[in-house]
């Protein structure tokens, strides 16, 4: 079985991220794997990159320009949310290529940002194979949006976006649409990181007669490892004498990732406690202005980004909470990393992370933006009367359901199911 994943990155982003685990654990497994991607980072021999020349990294680059181009145009050269929609509009032919024809199954993943166009897709649809198309968000199953915010269109048609600020019911959103519905058509086996966004697929008039699995992204169970917590935090100079609370996100102040509401949670913390007790650990970018990290409330540090998975378990490990207050979340890969090593968390009671936290089991799930809640959940892991039970919960949660055995294998049965029906 000769499987072929596609993604626009190799590891840049928790998509890419995700792809390049998934494919290590069914080499593991015994399948036969080849990644194909734009960007290449590592020289994997497995990995193959489209930006193999300068010649194609400069055209790449301006396929991507082009469909930014395109949205800030739309969008009245508005800047805001020119990352938070992806037309695809432009983008490779693949369907010749020599690791495609080799392929059994054509396995996309994140495919935005000038690496695939809805052409392309629609190509590779056409060619007969069997193709899975996993949703690390909802661009699939929408017009535009990597994320609706509640916008509810996509069920019908979308048209008026407020991405685009826009009251005209034929926009561009509504042309995207359009050009999309030959997905209802096709033979795409979808599959959702979560329960929560398999529910936006079968809502959606795009993809509501498509097959729909739920498989959770993989986790690497030998570098994602319990460690001891004093010998973490010496390691990484953290104090030993605070409860410490961590928080991390590709970026820190994405408005999707509810910083604020962490911020409230712990001005609550506070108020009840006194800030003695706690220790705030952040991780992550930052986009622009870092002025906004005054307003916390208690003593932190911001580590920055973080690419070594060795360093970022010492922290998981360092930690005695893990706290994810963000408005969505497709799966949540801070928690099961924070788990596989752990440490307990929080977070709101919405969306992806249901699936992976047992409330007061493992963790603790708040009414969704209730940040009174949130701070009693944080509350409950940190002053837990059995946290050694706790620990074992997370770790046991993660052995049972992301190991990489355990995710392979179920890819590995939905392949073959597809391969011989």
Known sequence: MNILILNTSELTGGAAVAANRLAKALGKSGVEVSMLVRDRKTGDEWVTALNDSFWASRWNFIRFVWERLIIFICNHFRRKPLFQVSIANTGTDLSDHPLVKAADVIHLHWINQGFLSLADIRKLALIGKPIVWTMHDMWPCTAICHYSFGCERFKKECGECPFLSSSDKKDLSYHVFNKKRFLADSKIQLVAVSTWLRQQAQDSALTNRLPVEVIPNVID?????????????????????????????????????????????????????????YFLVLFGGIKGDDSFLSEIPIPYVCMGSLSDPSMIAKLYAAADVTVVASLYETFGQTIIEGMACGCPAVSFDNSGQTDIINHLENGYLAKYKDTDDLATGIKWVIDNREPLRLKEACIRNVHDCYKESVVARRYIDLYRSLIIP
């Not at 570098?223 to 990484?236: G, N, Q, Y």
């Not at 409230?264 to 003695?276: N, T, V």
């Open 221 to 277: 169970t030998s570098l994602f490892v319990p460690s001891d917590k004093e010998e973490a935090r010496k390691s990484l100079s953290l104090p030993l004498d605070k409860k410490i609370i961590l928080m991390g996100a590709a970026r820190i102040n994405d408005p999707i990732k509810g910083f604020e509401y962490l911020v409230k949670a712990l001005s609550i913390l506070k108020e009840r406690k006194g800030e003695e007790d």
